[in-house]
């Protein structure tokens, strides 16, 4: 990627500061880079250390680091963050018990049976 230089500072300087600043995140950098215009010292003052720094005559060169980069990201990944905790659930409250009708009235009496 190409960025624009910081004010007062060259591109270089404006890299390594960027570098610097996420670097104290925790994150790690790799800085790759190709051509005349670039050199292993600089890639190695942006990279985490100097074996996250590759520097390549041209594109197909670098290009061939490329499994081993796939390789050292996905082996540097972050540790995953533990599932978010379920919501709160209500407290507990003993159900009430259920209601119980009142007793029926007794049925009414029969008179008594009539001498035959």
Known sequence: QTVDA???KSLLQTAVDAAA??????????????????TSEMLQQIATDESK???A????ELYRYLALLEAAVCNNS????????????PP????????????SPPPPSLPPPSPP
């Open 92 to 103: 507990f409250t003993e159900p009430s018990p259920p209601q119980i009708p009142p007793p």
């Open 6 to 8: 910081a004010p007062g």
């Open 57 to 60: 005559t041209d594109v197909a």
């Open 78 to 89: 972050p540790p995953v963050s533990p599932p978010p905790l379920p919501p709160a659930l």
């Open 21 to 38: 600043h996420i670097k104290g995140d925790g994150v790690t950098v790799y800085a790759w880079g190709f051509g005349s215009k670039v």
């Open 53 to 55: 720094a590759r520097h």
